[in-house]
């Protein structure tokens, strides 16, 4: 009876690769419908804004693709700690599921700031904190991605993977508050926690697109970590009966 | 309720069409790209892996 409800059952594979199997779907109809009802406020329903016209609309997918691609990394390097600290095996997995995406949210975030940045700055780049500084943790992705993938034992891909990790949570911190410590081209944030410069149906859009990107990463990193976790585990009977069972 | 005017507005975006739709576009653009990328590799990881292991218990087999 205990055992039930135990929720450490779910770090092990067996038991997380069909929840992670369920769980795809109502995520990817959740990123959906906040997508849907986002796009229709932020791109038919917001007004104009008196600074930089319909330019500014950039900001619904530049916000919360900048957003993620920090969360992502905190949630990666968190993964990286309990792996380090406990040992577990689905630790790794799961850091390597989110990488892709979180370096697709690092690459949207300088994308759509280039195009953002041409016409209200005059430049598509500068080398100034907050750009510097996401251009960064792209490479972090990268430098991840590419010693992971080195190193063909997988348990020793994930400790040296989560070391890179750690060490470079520092400069998750540096992106957010960079345009606070130093003088930046970069505008500050529009949205604090107790008070916000915009106006509320432009705040609605960019929220619903962040919980749209915020459930859409979920979504693919479960598709990608059970793929994984065949990959890792195929020498075990769970895996064994699945490939067995002629699964798709 | 709905701001734009006309359809030919909305796709111009006040001259900013380019920087928009160039962002918009993209952005779409990845995240089809990417969960597509993602279930074709799961197929050939499994195809693969199934090959391996028949390939195994032919060995064993022996």
């Not at chain 1, 135990?6 to 199997?21: C, D, V, W």
């Not at chain 1, 997995?93 to 892709?100: F, K």
Request: glycine share 8%; aromatic share 14%; hydrophobic share 55%.
């Amino acid at each position: 009876m205990t055992d039930r409800f135990n929720l450490y059952r779910f770090a092990s594979p067996a038991t997380f690769y069909p929840l992670a199997g369920t769980l795809i779907p109502y995520f990817a109809a959740i990123a959906a419908v906040f997508g849907i009802a986002g796009l229709y406020v932020g791109m038919l329903v917001a007004p104009t804004d008196f600074q930089q016209g319909e330019g500014y609309r950039i900001i619904f997918i530049h916000v919360p693709a900048s957003w993620l691609s920090m969360f992502i990394y905190l949630v990666m390097a968190g993964w990286a700690a309990i792996g380090l600290a406990f040992n577990t095996r689905l630790s790794g997995m799961m850091a390597q599921a989110l990488a892709p995406t979180g370096a697709l949210m690092a690459f949207l975030s300088l994308w759509t700031g280039a195009l953002w940045g041409k016409p209200m700055w005059g430049t598509w780049w500068v080398w100034d904190a907050r750009l510097t500084s996401e251009l960064i943790l792209l490479f972090l992705y990268i430098g991840y991605m590419a010693l992971t993938a080195a190193i063909d034992d997988a348990r020793r891909a994930d400790k040296a993977g989560g070391l890179l990790l750690l060490v470079g949570v520092v400069n998750v911190p540096i992106i957010y508050f960079s345009v606070k410590w130093w003088n930046t081209l970069h505008q500050g944030s529009s949205v604090n926690l107790t008070k916000s410069s915009m106006a509320e149906t432009m705040l609605w859009g960019m929220l619903l697109m962040a919980m749209c990107f915020w459930m859409y990463s979920i979504a693919v990193a479960l598709m990608r970590v059970r793929t994984i976790m065949l990959e890792r585990e195929r020498h075990t009977d769970w895996v064994k009966a699945i490939l067995a069972g002629g699964e798709q | 309720m709905i701001y734009w005017n006309s359809f030919s507005d909305f796709l111009a975006m006040g001259g900013y069409g380019l920087y928009v739709w160039g962002s918009f576009g993209v952005t779409a653009a990845v995240m089809l790209i990417e969960p597509i990328a993602v279930a074709r590799h799961r197929k050939t990881t499994i195809a693969r892996l199934k090959r391996q292991l028949r390939a195994e218990s032919r060995t064993t087999a022996e």
